[in-house]
C-alpha cells in the first residue's frame, strides 16, 4: 500500500483539494492580473491557447476512454475493468495531465505567474493523488504493476 492518507473512504477529501487548486488557478489572473510584458503577449497568448486546446483534448481522451469506469475519485469504481488501451496506452492519469497541460496554458493566457506557480502546486498534488490512487488500483488489478512499469504517469513523453 501506500503512506498516503485516503482523505475519506473513496478519497472525497483529495477531489475535495484538486477544486479549491483549479479554482484558485481560474480565479488568480483576475485578482492579481498579468505580469508579462506587452511585446511577449502575443508569444503568451498563441502558446497558451495551444496549450489549453491540448490539455482539453488529452482531458477529454481520458474521460471518454474510461466509459463506466470513470468517477471524480480516485478508488476504482466497483466492477470496473482497468483501461490500459488508447490514450491510457500512453498515460495512466490522462485527465490529471489534460489538467495541469491545461492549467500552464491559462496561466500563459492570462500571464499570470501567480496562476502558473499554482500549476505547479497543482502538478505536485496529482502525483500525490495519483500516489494514492495507483495503491488503489495495485489492489484492485493484479496486472496494474506491469502496466504501470510501462506507461508514462500523467504527460505523454515526458512524466
Known amino acids: 500500500m501506500t503512506s498516503l492518507p485516503s482523505l475519506g473512504p473513496r478519497g472525497e477529501g483529495w477531489v475535495l483539494i ?5 479554482v484558485a488557478i481560474l480565479a488568480v489572473p483576475f ?8 511585446e511577449a503577449r502575443w508569444v503568451t497568448t498563441l502558446v497558451g491557447g495551444l496549450f489549453g486546446l491540448a490539455g482539453l483534448a488529452l482531458a477529454v481522451l481520458g474521460i471518454t476512454e474510461l466509459k463506466g469506469a470513470l468517477t471524480p475519485l480516485p478508488h476504482p469504481r466497483d466492477g470496473a475493468e482497468l483501461v490500459e488501451s488508447g490514450v491510457y496506452g500512453r498515460v495512466r492519469h490522462p485527465i490529471y495531465g489534460g489538467l495541469v497541460i491545461g492549467a ?11 496562476a502558473f506557480a499554482l500549476t505547479v502546486v497543482l502538478l ?9 490512487e495507483e495503491a488503489w488500483l495495485r489492489a484492485r488489478y493484479p496486472r496494474y504493476e506491469a502496466y504501470a512499469a510501462a506507461t508514462r504517469r500523467m504527460l505523454p513523453g515526458l512524466y
Do not use: D, E, I, N
Request: glycine share 16%.
Open 104 to 114: 500552464t496554458g491559462w496561466s500563459l493566457l492570462t500571464a499570470s505567474p501567480a
Open 18 to 22: 484538486q477544486g479549491v487548486l483549479l
Open 124 to 132: 505536485a498534488f496529482f502525483r500525490l493523488k495519483s500516489g494514492r
Open 31 to 38: 485578482a492579481m492580473g498579468g505580469a508579462w510584458a506587452a
